[in-house]
């Protein structure tokens, strides 16, 4: 793959990756519905996300890192509205999500220590598809989806796409993998909106 169509898959992906999350972010803000979106999977995303901007850093892959900044805002953004709008109290939907992103926080550290930075990529590939896990539960445990934005999900399979193109061009396991789960766990997500 030549180095203009490789620049245009990853501008691709970091525009589809940071748009993400906003369709989901205004249809909270604008209808303060939070059925069947999940504050797990909204503080698992900023936590991924986080990692996703230092292992771009730490491999010199700096085409990963806008996507990571943006990301995490906006999932904050998320999490943020699901626990203030939600009419499950913050106090019983919070524990939980940190709970998760305190588990998620140290997976990468203990994957980098013991593997370097190419199992750290492995494991945040792998930890994509724990990212959208609580969505795809939320999604299907819940009789009215009204609170979910499609728009949202078909772009997470796009990106996960195109980020397997861009990992496949440069050797990337990791990105490789963010792929295969992305593209599996939105293709739920879309079956059933």
Same mark, same amino acid.
């Given at each position: 793959?030549d180095?203009t169509?490789?620049?245009?898959?990853?501008i691709?992906?970091n525009?589809?990756?940071?748009?993400?999350a906003?369709?989901?972010?205004?249809?909270?803000?604008?209808?303060?519905r939070?059925?069947?979106?999940?504050?797990?999977?909204?503080?698992?995303?900023?936590?991924?996300?986080?990692? &996703?901007g230092?292992? @771009? *850093?730490?491999?010199?892959?700096?085409g990963? #890192?806008p996507v990571?900044?943006?990301? /995490? +805002?906006? =999932?904050?953004?998320?999490?943020v509205g699901?626990v203030r709008?939600?009419p499950?109290?913050?106090?019983q939907?919070l524990?939980?999500a940190l709970?998760?992103?305190?588990a998620?926080?140290?997976?990468?550290?203990?994957a980098?220590?013991l593997g370097g &930075?190419?199992?750290? @990529? *492995?494991?945040l590939?792998?930890?994509y598809g #724990?990212?959208?896990?609580?969505?795809? /539960? +939320?999604? =299907?445990?819940?009789?009215?989806?009204?609170?979910?934005?499609?728009a949202?999900?078909?772009?997470?399979?796009?990106?996960?796409?195109?980020?397997?193109v861009?990992g496949?061009?440069?050797a990337?396991?990791?990105l490789?993998?963010?792929?295969g789960?992305?593209?599996?766990?939105?293709?739920l997500v879309l079956?059933?909106?």
């Amino acid at each position: 793959m030549d180095m203009t169509t490789l620049t245009l898959v990853v501008i691709a992906a970091n525009v589809l990756g940071a748009s993400m999350a906003v369709p989901q972010a205004r249809k909270l803000l604008r209808t303060r519905r939070t059925d069947g979106v999940s504050v797990t999977w909204a503080a698992i995303s900023a936590t991924v996300n986080a990692w &996703w901007g230092i292992y @771009g *850093i730490g491999v010199n892959d700096f085409g990963i #890192v806008p996507v990571s900044v943006v990301s /995490v +805002a906006s =999932y904050l953004v998320i999490t943020v509205g699901v626990v203030r709008f939600s009419p499950v109290t913050a106090r019983q939907s919070l524990p939980p999500a940190l709970a998760a992103v305190a588990a998620v926080s140290t997976v990468p550290v203990i994957a980098l220590l013991l593997g370097g &930075w190419v199992t750290a @990529g *492995i494991t945040l590939g792998a930890l994509y598809g #724990v990212q959208l896990f609580p969505a795809v /539960v +939320a999604v =299907y445990r819940t009789i009215d989806v009204s609170g979910v934005s499609l728009a949202t999900w078909a772009i997470a399979f796009a990106e996960a796409a195109l980020w397997g193109v861009y990992g496949f061009a440069g050797a990337d396991i990791g990105l490789l993998t963010l792929a295969g789960t992305g593209m599996v766990m939105s293709s739920l997500v879309l079956a059933r909106l």
